[in-house]
């Protein structure tokens, strides 16, 4: 095993800026109240398989449905494209089932494709190339401990910002998720 800090902070911080859970607080204050609560330990654990899995098998599991990294990203940015809309115009596109509650809430649009989104599943396969595989799993576990955080202090978030200035802020972000959707799109679309 080579474990390197130099490289476990730069895989670090590369998952940190593609994963953006700071920038999306705005979005999870949105889906705890849709859903009316937010399962820290469940997202935060899914998330995590779900960026091990990419780690490990990423490229087979697309090949074996014959899918391409690029397709896949655009599917995930589609989903991040109406994400942005549903925060920008207020209406509902992911409609809340309550029969299976939270639950489902934890892993789809949180975990997937929030968090461990086509963005997570291709850097991680680049950093694959670039980097021991022992510091990239060190560095998932520093951005879940963060995920964790983040989901476990919603509710106090939540109280300490003003409703008005989380509908700015869900305005805001819903723009900016919109732009990162878009540039999925048109990064990935002419690649093809």
Known sequence: M???AKEILSVSLILFSIIDILGSIPLILNLKKKTGFINAERTTLISGGLMIGYLFLGTQILQLFGVDVNSFAIAGAI???LMGFEMILGV?????????????SSVVPLA?????GAGTMTSLLSLKAAYHQENIIVGIFINLVLIYIVLRSISWLEKKLSPASIEV?????GLILLAIAIKLIKANLFVM
């Open 2 to 4: 080579q474990f390197d």
């Open 79 to 81: 989903i991040l494209l």
């Open 92 to 104: 509902e596109i992911f409609k809340h089932n309550p029969t299976t509650g939270a639950r489902s």
């Open 112 to 116: 997937f494709p929030l968090i461990a």
């Open 169 to 173: 802020l869900q305005k805001v972000f």
